[in-house]
């Protein structure tokens, strides 16, 4: 047994999650993986049990970076490794993995805490995120790799497609807040602090903060391309310098 215990699920439940796998098409044999897999941790903890997604959440994120990595560099054979980094950040970031969770409706499967659904959190974008990788983990280790790729890949050409331009795959906020959140479940904060010139030929002037620390100054002229150029520079000292991403959440 991979687990101790599946206190939550019950015959109603689990004839819903079956039938939820039949619309989509995907085969599974252990219904109570999979019911784990949409246990968030507020949850556990509520029924005083260790039982959450947090460990599938952690397995079905190297599986989706994994499947993303090897499809777009088969896709894109000319590709250079940052422009290859800049596209995977924006297929697996926080925004397009909760857009795919409210597309197969995943939010209705979710269990979270009274106090977590009174504050939104079904439809927080970070749950709903971390909801997909946890069934992308759960379905691992159910299927396989195969199966997994199956069901992921049609769901990610048309992502992986939007940043075949330019302006998609030079995104630097979010390929730093990629890099930012695997690992510290926070995003880059970004502050206009000045505004420069005529309305016609305006200047912006953004604080890229991490941690409540103001790490770069960006400048543009928009307040968009000043948050670009703020982020920008983050990584390239992170490239550059090789620089730590832990030393920006040290004391």
Not at 130 to 146: H, K, N, P, S, V
Not at 166 to 193: R, S, W
Request: aromatic share 12%; glycine share 4%.
């Amino acid at each position: 047994m991979l687990y101790k215990e599946f206190y939550l699920i019950t015959e109603l439940r689990r004839k819903a999650l079956q039938d939820f796998l039949a619309g989509l098409k995907i085969p599974f044999k252990n219904i109570e993986l999979l019911h784990l897999a949409f246990v968030h941790s507020s949850f556990a903890n509520k029924n005083q049990s260790s039982d959450n997604n947090q460990r599938l959440e952690f397995l079905g994120d190297s599986v989706l970076s994994l499947c993303v990595s090897e499809f777009i560099y088969e896709k894109y054979p000319q590709a250079a490794e940052g422009k290859l980094t800049r596209i995977r950040s924006y297929v697996v970031s926080e925004k397009t993995l909760s857009e795919l969770s409210r597309k197969l409706k995943f939010d209705q499967f979710i269990l979270i805490s009274w106090g977590e659904e009174n504050s939104g959190g079904r439809q927080r974008d970070a749950i709903l995120a971390d909801t997909f990788e946890a069934f992308l983990g759960a379905l691992y280790l159910d299927q396989g790799m195969i199966t997994v790729k199956d069901f992921l890949l049609p769901l990610m050409i048309e992502e992986i497609d939007k940043v075949s331009h330019e302006e998609f795959v030079y995104d630097y906020k979010t390929e730093l807040q990629y890099l930012i959140q695997k690992k510290y479940k926070k995003c880059p904060e970004y502050k206009v602090v000045k505004e420069d010139g005529p309305p016609h030929n305006k200047l912006f002037y953004s604080e890229l903060i991490i941690n409540d620390k103001v790490l770069a100054l960006g400048v543009g002229n928009s307040k968009k391309r000043a948050e670009q150029e703020a982020a920008k520079q983050i990584l390239e000292k992170i490239r550059k310098e090789n620089i730590n991403i832990e030393n920006f959440f040290k004391e």
